[in-house]
T-cell receptor
C-alpha cells in the first residue's frame, strides 16, 4: 500500500525566507503528484499538479519538483509571506489518491 | 456552480442520531471522493464514486457509514447511530476522471464539520 510522508510536521520561519517542504512516497507507480494548501477550518486548495512525466511545475513563488524514481517531491516557496501560513499537503495518484499528513507552516512577520 | 459545495457546513448532533452530509461536485466531473479529517490527523479516504457506482468502498470505517450518488452528480454520505469518534471534518472532492485513469486534478469542497455530543 502506498504510504506518503511529509517532513517536517511543522515549520516556523521569518518573513522573507525561502523554504522547502518535503514529501516522500513508497510506490513510484504514480500518475501524478498534487500539492494542496489547507487553511484552518477550510477545505483544500490545489496549488500545483505535476504529472509523472514531468520534473517540476512553477506557479508564482511556488516551485514543485518530482523525482519519481526516488519517491520524492519538494515544494519550494520563495520570499515567504505571513499569508503563506497554512498546512501544506501532498497527494500522489495511483489507483486512488494517497495523502500525506501535512506540514504546518507559520511565517512570522 | 464554480466549485465543489458541501452542506451543511457545520452539524452538531447527539450520539445515536443519524446524519446526512451532502456534496455537489463540479459539473461534468465523473469522479467523486469522500474523505474524513480528524483533529490533527491527515485525510482518511472513505469512498470513491465513478458515475453512480462505488468501485472502492474500502475506506468506510463501519457498516454505520453508507453513501450514494444519483444522476452522476450529488452525493450523500449517511452516518447511522453516530458515535463521538465520528466527530471530524468530512471533505468531498471531485475530478474530471478517476484516479486510476490518468492525471486528474482533485478539487475539494469546504467540508462539513460534524460534532457528535
Amino acid at each position: 500500500k502506498q504510504e506518503v510522508t511529509q517532513i517536517p510536521a511543522a515549520l516556523s520561519v521569518p518573513e522573507g525566507e525561502n523554504l522547502v517542504l518535503n514529501c516522500s512516497f513508497t510506490d513510484s507507480a504514480i500518475y501524478n503528484l498534487q500539492w494542496f494548501r489547507q487553511d484552518p477550518g477550510k477545505g483544500l486548495t490545489s496549488l500545483l499538479l505535476i504529472q509523472s512525466s514531468q520534473r517540476e511545475q512553477t506557479s508564482g513563488r511556488l516551485n514543485a519538483s518530482l523525482d519519481k524514481s526516488s519517491g520524492r517531491s519538494t515544494l519550494y516557496i520563495a520570499a515567504s509571506q505571513p499569508g503563506d501560513s497554512a498546512t501544506y499537503l501532498c497527494a500522489v495518484t495511483g489507483n486512488q489518491f494517497y495523502f500525506g499528513t501535512g506540514t504546518s507552516l507559520t511565517v512570522i512577520p | 456552480g464554480a466549485g465543489v459545495s458541501q452542506s451543511p457546513s457545520n452539524k452538531v448532533t447527539e450520539k445515536g442520531k443519524d446524519v446526512e452530509l451532502r456534496c455537489d461536485p463540479i459539473s461534468g466531473h465523473t469522479a467523486l471522493y469522500w474523505y474524513r479529517q480528524s483533529l490533527g490527523q491527515g485525510l482518511e479516504f472513505l469512498i470513491y464514486f465513478q458515475g453512480n457506482s462505488a468501485p472502492d468502498k474500502s475506506g468506510l470505517p463501519s457498516d454505520r457509514f453508507s453513501a450514494e450518488r444519483t444522476g452522476g452528480s450529488v452525493s450523500t454520505l449517511t452516518i447511522q447511530r453516530t458515535q463521538q469518534e465520528d466527530s471530524a471534518v468530512y471533505l468531498c472532492a471531485s475530478s474530471l476522471g478517476p484516479a486510476g485513469q490518468g492525471a486528474h486534478e482533485q478539487y475539494f469542497g469546504p467540508g462539513t464539520r460534524l460534532t457528535v455530543t
